[in-house]
């Protein structure tokens, strides 16, 4: 379990990544709102580690090479349109046929229909840009506004909003916290608060798997 620990990390993308890391968040957050299988990373809080890393006293003081907080800014919000526009266009190309697969470990149908719900309760305009502050239902949501046949120019003007609101907002807060904090004092303050940030994140995953165990039981003393 170690490993899925480490995925879940923000910081430790960040290290391994070294000097390619501002390359690396972007292709993160392009892989998380584009590909079906990116749903597991940690979008939310490594924007925020991204941001709090583009403190240059922070980032020398972990022993990472600083982020550049200009490419962070521009690039983060044209990865994250480009990677749901690709989602949005494979649901709309290859529609329920795309989610017609049995379940599997990085695979789950009842992902599919949370977003269906999610696009349901909200509506399309609504449901694309508060999904990107919902973790699974931000990947799955592309594919199901495509499958569900929201027209691409619409999706197009509320995925841009949706992805301007999320990356920068989580970019400019971490930022922020970065440029507020004691280099020495950054494992004090800083991590524990990206923690938090991933904990939170998961709180939808633990919820759908509770929900999916009660309804499994729920189905069998029926039967």
Same mark, same amino acid.
């Given at each position: *379990?170690?490993?899925?620990?480490?995925?879940?990390?923000?910081?430790?993308?960040?290290?391994?990544?070294?000097?390619?890391?501002?390359?690396?968040?972007?292709?993160? !957050?392009?892989?998380?709102?584009?590909?079906?299988?990116?749903?597991?990373?940690?979008?939310?809080?490594?924007? %925020?580690?991204?941001?709090? /890393?583009?403190?240059?006293?922070?980032?020398?003081? *972990?022993?990472?090479?600083?982020?550049?907080?200009?490419?962070?800014?521009?690039?983060?919000?044209?990865? &994250?349109?480009?990677? &749901?526009?690709?989602?949005? /266009?494979?649901?709309?190309?290859?529609? $329920? $046929? *795309? /989610?017609? #697969?049995?379940?599997?470990?990085?695979?789950?149908?009842? @992902? %599919?229909?949370?977003?269906?719900? /999610?696009?349901?309760?909200?509506?399309?305009?609504?449901?694309? =840009?508060?999904? #990107?502050?919902?973790?699974?239902?931000?990947?799955?949501?592309?594919?199901?506004?495509?499958?569900?046949?929201?027209?691409?120019?619409?999706?197009?003007?509320?995925?841009?909003?949706?992805?301007?609101?999320?990356?920068?907002?989580?970019?400019?807060?971490?930022?922020?916290?970065?440029?507020?904090?004691?280099?020495?004092?950054?494992? $004090?303050?800083?991590?524990?608060?990206?923690?938090?940030?991933?904990?939170?994140?998961? !709180?939808?995953?633990? =919820?759908?798997?509770?929900?999916? #165990? $009660?309804?499994?039981?729920? @189905?069998?003393?029926?039967?």
């Amino acid at each position: *379990m170690d490993w899925l620990l480490d995925l879940l990390d923000p910081t430790w993308w960040l290290t391994v990544l070294g000097a390619f890391a501002t390359v690396g968040v972007l292709a993160i !957050i392009f892989a998380e709102t584009g590909l079906l299988l990116g749903f597991f990373l940690p979008g939310d809080s490594l924007l %925020v580690a991204a941001g709090i /890393f583009s403190s240059a006293s922070v980032a020398v003081g *972990m022993g990472i090479t600083p982020l550049s907080l200009p490419v962070l800014l521009v690039g983060t919000p044209l990865c &994250a349109v480009a990677g &749901a526009q690709l989602g949005h /266009f494979l649901g709309a190309r290859f529609g $329920r $046929r *795309m /989610f017609d #697969r049995p379940d599997s470990r990085l695979f789950k149908k009842e @992902h %599919v229909a949370r977003a269906e719900e /999610f696009f349901e309760k909200f509506g399309p305009a609504k449901a694309v =840009v508060l999904a #990107r502050f919902v973790p699974i239902v931000r990947t799955f949501m592309n594919p199901v506004a495509g499958a569900l046949e929201m027209s691409p120019r619409r999706f197009l003007v509320w995925n841009v909003a949706g992805a301007l609101v999320w990356t920068e907002g989580l970019i400019l807060l971490g930022h922020f916290l970065g440029s507020r904090v004691d280099p020495k004092q950054i494992d $004090r303050y800083i991590l524990p608060g990206v923690f938090l940030i991933v904990l939170i994140s998961l !709180i939808p995953i633990i =919820v759908e798997i509770v929900k999916g #165990r $009660r309804s499994g039981r729920q @189905h069998r003393i029926v039967n």
